[in-house]
């Protein structure tokens, strides 16, 4: 009897405690949100953050904060959403890092795949090999030249393991089978600032973050990883184009809330992120800035989960060839 009385009792606690969480999820936002860039503030993922922030506020009625919580590839962010109230107040935008970071790190504070709850993806950013200004080199075979003469003292700047950075100067240092000098940064917004003073050589980065320095010439800049070149930076031959398909890559964003967020929560927060999508002030700052908005079809839970599934998969043999693990 008293074994019954306590099954029927935490019965009861459990259906009292969703019933109550999924209450409140009705009155979802009821209060000003924050979203977590895994990166330093000025970057690229700040960039498209504040910029899909903004509009989904008006459609939520509640105002999102964005906090930048770098370090450590944006594991270190990705993990303080992964630990954080499942009450739809906290959440997560990050990028492909997500998927190269469960095979970068043996030891990842949270389990990728089990720790989130999918909102939506957001857009897909090419990403462009640049130098310093004074680089001598004037095109990508003249880079490789300069690189593999000097490969002891080129260096690569990037937001640490895990990041986008990363990943695309792993892919061009495996591409010509040359290892550079990695120099980590919190993110590429700092590191960029290092670069237009010449105290690194090389960065790969995304044009989110790189277009306007690119297109004011306080950067050389060498090729893009999109399939085609851009309209923004037409002159900027592709890597297919200059020598290097193997460098092609688009850095996928999506959002992410804590597990356990209340499906009512998530939904609002899909939908506002599809009507931030089609927000005319969005898609014209994305287009100056080398990207655009996901379809509305990529905009959804089902279609971000398969996303990072998939990137999971995909990337997890490349990492393991170059053997570069963060821990
Ligand atoms: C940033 O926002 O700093 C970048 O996304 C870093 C990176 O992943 O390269």
């Known amino acids: 009897m008293k074994i019954l009385n306590a099954v029927l009792g935490a019965t009861a606690l459990a259906a009292l405690s969703l019933f109550s969480a999924s209450a409140n999820a009705q009155g979802y936002p009821e209060r000003q949100i924050t979203m977590i860039v895994p990166f330093a503030a000025g970057g690229p993922t700040d960039t498209v953050t504040r910029l899909v922030a903004e509009s989904m506020s008006k459609d939520l009625g509640q105002q ?65 090999l640049l130098a310093r200004k004074d680089m001598e080199a004037t095109d990508l075979k003249g880079l490789i030249e300069y690189a593999k003469a000097n490969q002891d003292k080129v260096t690569v700047a990037n937001a640490g393991i895990g990041a986008a950075s990363h990943l695309c100067g792993m892919l061009f240092m495996s591409a010509i089978e040359t290892s550079l000098v990695t120099v980590p940064y919190k993110g590429t917004g700092p590191a960029m600032t290092d670069l237009l003073g010449g105290q690194v050589d090389i960065m790969c980065d995304q044009t989110t973050n790189t277009t306007k320095q690119i297109q004011a010439g306080t950067v050389k800049a060498y090729a893009v990883t999109s399939p085609e070149r851009l309209d923004v930076l037409k002159d900027l031959p592709t890597v297919r184009e200059a020598g290097l398909p193997q460098m092609e890559v688009g ?64 990337w997890k043999p490349v990492i393991e060839a170059a053997g570069q693990y963060a821990d």
């Open 251 to 314: 850095i996928w964003h999506g959002i992410y809330a804590p597990k356990g967020t209340p499906k009512e929560a998530v939904d609002k927060l899909s939908k506002a992120l599809q009507v931030a999508l089609k927000d005319p002030n969005v898609a014209a700052r994305f287009a100056e800035l080398g990207t655009k908005p996901s379809p509305e079809a990529d905009a959804t839970p089902e279609a971000l989960k398969a996303k990072l599934e998939g990137e999971i998969a995909r």
């Open 64 to 128: 999102i904060i964005v906090e930048n919580v770098g370090g450590a590839g944006g594991t270190l962010g990705a993990a303080r959403v992964a630990n954080a109230e499942a009450d739809g107040y906290t959440l997560l935008l990050h990028h492909i890092g997500m998927a190269t970071s469960a095979t970068l790190y043996r030891k990842l504070p949270y389990d990728t795949l089990n720790a989130f709850e999918y909102v939506g993806l957001v857009t897909d950013v090419p990403m462009t």
